[in-house]
T-cell receptor, first 118, second 110 residues
Framework: GAVVSQHPSWVICKSGTSVKIECRSL??????MFWYRQFPKQSLMLMAT?????????EQGVEKDKFLINHASLTLSTLTVTSAHPEDSSFYIC??????????????FGPGTRLLVL | LAKTTQPISMDSYEGQEVNITCSHN???????ITWYQQFPSQGPRFIIQ???TKVTNEVASLFIPADRKSSTLSLPRVSLSDTAVYYC???????????FGTGTRLQVFP
């Protein structure tokens, strides 16, 4: 149980285009999902908190107009990188907390999406 | 959230026990300690969580001293497949916001 999927697993795009990444909780409902970014050899950095039915909460320094987040249902959140540039190339990971979990603060992570902007 | 400090890297050999210690001097009364494992190009995976004393599951053990200012993740008889980055996180009950530190890069040799 508690499986989170991401699609696509990797994507290559041209500079200036937009890329949408999907995050799904497959066997549980998640009112809140999270988006992280990880550069090579570095730790995960929280970008934003995605709330079902409301606006996302962005961390300081993350441009909300560039990284559009939509939490359309209890099992789906999407991250759209708009007008992508080479510096946006990174590993994007989503997570969701199973509200029914007995483990405090346990989040289940997706497999990640590697984005390469040429 | 309490800041954590871990060794940047550790080396071990197959079959050995590995202990990774995390310091969290500013841990609050309602903070829990959680460890995640991350393989290259994958999302982190929950390993174990505890509040005090000792917690054990099928994968690892977590030792937490009485003052809770540190914790030790113990991996028994590691194998090559345990080569990964291990993150120690500390946060309040039911926290949603996870702040990852640098983690410990464990390399297991044959």
């Amino acid at each position: 149980g508690a499986v989170v999927s991401q699609h696509p697993s990797w994507v290559i795009c041209k500079s200036g285009t937009s890329v949408k990444i999907e995050c799904r909780s497959l066997d549980f409902q998640a009112t809140t999902m999270f988006w992280y970014r990880q550069f090579p050899k570095q730790s995960l950095m929280l970008m934003a908190t995605s709330n079902e039915g409301s606006k996302a909460t962005y961390e300081q320094g993350v441009e909300k107009d560039k990284f559009l987040i939509n939490h359309a249902s209890l099992t789906l959140s999407t991250l759209t990188v708009t007008s992508a540039h080479p510096e946006d190339s990174s590993f994007y990971i989503c997570s969701a907390r199973n509200s029914g979990s007995s483990l405090t603060g346990t989040q289940y992570f997706g497999p990640g999406t590697r984005l390469l902007v040429l | 959230l309490a800041k954590t400090t871990q060794p940047i890297s550790m080396d071990s050999y197959e079959g050995q026990e590995v202990n990774i210690t995390c310091s969290h001097n500013n841990i609050a009364t309602n903070d829990y300690i959680t460890w995640y494992q991350q393989f290259p190009s994958q999302g982190p995976r929950f390993i174990i969580q505890g509040y005090k004393t000792k917690v054990t599951n099928e994968v690892a053990s977590l030792f937490i001293p009485a003052d809770r200012k540190s914790s030790t993740l113990s991996l028994p008889r590691v194998s090559l497949s345990d080569t990964a980055v291990y993150y120690c996180l500390v946060g309040p009950y039911n926290t949603d916001k996870l702040i990852f530190g640098t983690g410990t890069r464990l390399q297991v040799f044959p």
